[in-house]
């Protein structure tokens, strides 16, 4: 687990709903409203407005449910794909991207006679390589049985440790995710971490809740392990099955809960190599680093330490064999998507189907096209970069970054609650921001790699090789302030704490987040919105904690600190109100980051967008004032629409709200939106002023 990206941007949504009576057209409605708003306000065609009209839900009041007014109509005209799990604005434009790349691969693939060792072969080879069933087929699990025969010869706790070091980098599991890292409290140097590890299943509920459908996933899982045990050809696979899930569950139950791991100050736990064994004497620390190359480090930062000493115990009453066990299992698991078809669908059937809720494989080519954008993804970047990313509008993101810091820096100015020792850190840590738009200045370097086309296995295995020695490398050189945490075709956005940057690929900077043709105000509230909610995360409860270097280290005053906590669990508070399901509800205290992050970036970008207009009235398009497209332009970008396992999946394991009360909950808490809707007390999206949080 890299831990180089924090805040980036998910969408997932549930639908909930309110009616009206009438059923004005959109012009009608809004205008109507936009009469006591802005009664000089001039129609315009020159530029469009960058709202989807045609998603418009006239059945619904604005003031009631803003995200289903604003995207109600897609919502009802547009069902969930079998070989999807979720549909909507992230998810158009990544399947946009999966096009563009899968163009892009497939001419290098029709090239004859590209250069041997080239990066233009190495993509066409691996593409091949995927998309070769025959040769997947003929050579069965035969390119494991090497780590099979390994695991077979191990006779001790020792062999143990060592396989643990020597075999994590595949991606098959086991209790310690090792990685490098920037020290949280040095951010001049690199670090080894450990990560808490060794389930199979999402998070530790899915062992220990009673609720039916944990009780259902975890029977799903048993009769899963027992069945890619008997497609491997390896015998007892329901006792094997048992063996798994009982240490699996005893592993769990020491794992920290994903709140408790948000905690960036309780996370940071830096030991000695020596001393590892205070934390537990049960494992061979010694052999388990060696293994992993980094016995010569001085420390290690431990990121849960209660875990590791429950880990010791369950490592410690386990015998040799049944971790044997455990280990084939997840050998298996780790290549299965890229295994026979018999043993890629029951794959499928569990982690897919009966987890996420999706039906149906993705086609083919679309899983090639993801398995040469997570091997080769900058190879692909540059190409892609280079056919879809236009300079200006790499020129024009610069100008909206630059638009919405001196807006944080006029909002920070602004509070109230903060006092001016606090302020004038924040300052410098805004200013100290690091943006980075479109695509990298330094590309990735893919020399060590070794391809070939009628060995998808091995290139996976290499792909992953060469990818740990480049962690490795790290800790013996500065730091890689060039290196891109997402490739260009990633539609998304992230904020780094500990290098205090915030970075946009080029796959995002498209409507409805970006759109070069329309008037500002939808940009501000679209990109604006996602630009101002990177920055946020430099100021939510754990990227606070970081200063303008990227060090975990507190520049706030006691009391400033005390408040800002009080705003924080006010938002814990609001969020823990919006019910998904029936008795099912957003949990506040693991989305709080998120959350401050949706607030901050549209409460600035709307700042900004006000700066930009320099004084003057924003024209009317669309029957739409400016404001009123600055808020529809934000609730557009949340439009989506998940399946209900995998939206139940990611209440328990993601930190970021439902895309519908993303939109509501940063909605409700703002006095701007409230006067372009003509929200008034007994609307179901008012809430009291002093029930309103301002945070920045």
């Not at 060696?290 to 010569?296: F, L, M, N, S």
């Not at 280990?327 to 009966?354: G, M, V, W």
């Not at 490795?472 to 992230?494: C, H």
């Amino acid at each position: 687990m890299r831990q180089i990206i924090t805040g980036a941007l998910c969408a997932p949504l549930l639908l909930l709903g309110a009616c009206s009576e009438s059923n004005p057209t959109p012009s009608e409605a809004i205008s109507a409203m936009s009469e006591t708003v802005d009664s000089t306000a001039v129609e315009t065609s020159t530029l469009t407005s960058g709202i989807s009209l045609e998603n418009l839900d006239q059945t619904v009041r604005p003031q009631d449910n803003f995200y289903r007014y604003v995207n109600g109509t897609w919502l009802k005209n547009n069902e969930i794909p079998a070989d999807k799990t979720s549909i909507g604005s992230f998810y158009d434009l990544r399947d946009q991207a999966d096009e563009d790349v899968k163009k892009l691969i497939s001419e290098l693939a029709e090239t004859p006679a590209l250069e041997a060792g080239s990066d233009e072969q190495k993509v066409a080879d691996l593409y091949r390589s995927f998309m070769d069933s025959a040769a997947i087929e003929a050579v069965e699990i035969d390119p494991l049985k090497p780590i099979f025969a390994k695991i077979d010869s191990i006779q001790t706790k020792q062999g143990l440790a060592t396989f643990f070091g020597e075999y994590g980098y595949l991606g098959i599991k086991n209790p310690l995710i090792t990685y490098v890292s920037i020290d949280a409290k040095e951010s001049s140097r690199y670090a080894a971490h450990i990560w808490q590890s060794g389930l199979g299943l999402p998070d530790q509920d899915y062992y220990v809740n009673d609720a039916e459908r944990f009780v259902k996933l975890r029977a799903g899982y048993l009769t899963h392990i027992a069945n890619m045990f008997a497609l491997a050809g390896f015998d007892n696979g329901d006792q094997a099955a048992k063996t798994i899930m009982d240490l699996e569950t005893q592993l769990a139950k020491h794992h920290w809960t994903r709140v408790e791991s948000r905690n960036s100050e309780k996370r940071y736990n830096k030991i000695a190599t020596a001393d590892l064994a205070n934390l537990t004497d049960a494992f061979d620390w010694q052999a388990f680093l060696t293994a992993k190359r980094i016995a010569d480090q001085q420390d290690i930062i431990i990121n849960q330490p209660s875990f590791i000493q429950g880990f010791g115990e369950v490592f410690a009453a386990t015998s040799v064999e049944d971790w044997k066990t455990y280990l084939k299992f997840h050998t298996l698991s780790a290549f299965a998507s890229y295994l026979p078809s018999e043993i890629d669908a029951e794959d499928f059937d569990f982690f897919s189907r009966q987890l996420q809720g999706r039906q149906e494989q993705r086609p083919r080519w679309k899983r090639g096209v993801a398995v040469v954008n997570s091997n080769l993804g900058e190879v692909i970047g540059k190409l892609y970069v280079s056919k879809h990313f236009k300079p200006e509008a790499k020129a024009r993101m610069t100008e909206l970054v630059e638009n919405l810091r001196t807006a944080y820096g006029h909002s920070i100015d602004q509070l109230e609650w903060m006092t001016d020792d606090t302020k004038k850190a924040a300052h410098v840590k805004l200013a100290a921001f690091t943006p980075k738009i479109g695509y990298p200045d330094r590309w990735e370097d893919y020399s060590a790699l070794t391809i070939v086309a009628d060995d998808l296995v091995g290139n996976i295995m290499r792909a992953r090789k060469v990818s740990e020695q480049k962690e490795l490398d790290k800790l013996s050189g500065p730091i890689r302030k060039w290196e891109w945490g997402m490739t260009p075709q990633t539609v998304n956005a992230y904020y780094s704490p500990t290098r205090n940057e915030i970075v946009f690929p080029a796959a995002i900077l498209q409507p409805p987040f970006f759109n070069m043709s329309a008037d500002d105000a939808a940009n501000y509230g679209g990109i604006g919105a996602v630009i101002g909610h990177e920055m946020g995360h430099g100021f939510d409860d754990q990227g606070s904690k970081y200063d303008a270097d990227g060090n975990l280290r507190n520049w706030w005053t006691e009391t400033d600190l005390e408040e800002f906590g009080k705003r924080g669990a006010n938002l814990i508070e609001q969020y823990a109100g919006y019910e998904v399901f029936e008795g099912v509800n957003v949990n506040g205290e693991l989305t709080l980051g998120e959350n401050i992050g949706d607030l901050s970036g549209v409460t600035i970008a709307y700042k900004a967008y006000k700066a930009s207009l320099n004084g003057e009235e924003a024209p009317v398009i669309d029957g739409l004032t400016g404001d009123q497209r600055f808020f529809m332009g934000f609730a557009q970008i949340w439009r989506s629409k998940i399946v209900e396992e995998s939206m139940r999946n990611r209440i328990v394991t993601d930190p970021h709200s439902p895309g519908e009360f993303r939109a509501l909950g940063s909605l409700s808490n703002m006095d701007e939106f409230y006067a372009a809707f003509d929200v008034k007390k007994g609307d179901a999206m008012y809430l009291p002023p002093e029930k309103r949080v301002k945070i920045w």
